[in-house]
């Protein structure tokens, strides 16, 4: 090896990646990442926390019969957090959600807060009766009951003999 191919070795073994020092580095390199995207992409931004990307709101809809049911799971949203709209064939469901834990005797190398906003609308296969509509908050489970304009038949059946 020449004296100028060692140089370039002992420099190249100088060189310790970002993530030898800690998963905190790699947390500090991921933030900075969210951070400036935020900035090239949010136009009028304030410096407070922003959240670009809306969580999805993940639903059941099922059918039974004189109704639809519509099931969201929403955990650590209250009922005051939640807007709910139905029309003639949609459901709208969207809720917006912070919380903020403080404690006031730490030093604090790094704090987070938490908030969350979601949004979901559904297309309804038939007519409802938007007035008459039912919602329930259980344990974190959004529960809405739409009444359908005409309730649908039950299907006939018939048994089928194989040969």
Known sequence: MTDNNIENNKER??????????????DRVF???KRDFEHAFAP???GKSLHLFEDTLACDLAD?????????????IKKEEINLHVGDDYI?????????????KKKYLRK??????IHRRLSLPERVKSSDVKAKLNDGVLTVEIPKEKPTPEPKTTKI???
Do not use: C, Q, Y
């Open 31 to 33: 933030d900075n990442f």
């Open 64 to 76: 039974e019969g004189d109704k639809f049911v519509v099931t969201a799971d929403m955990p650590r």
């Open 13 to 26: 073994k100088e060189i310790v990646p970002f993530w030898r020092s800690g998963f905190s580095e790699l």
């Open 92 to 104: 709208d469901i969207s809720a917006e959600h912070k919380e903020t834990e403080e404690e006031k």
């Open 112 to 117: 987070e807060h938490r908030e969350v906003s």
């Open 44 to 46: 009028g931004f304030t």
């Open 161 to 163: 003999n194989i040969e």
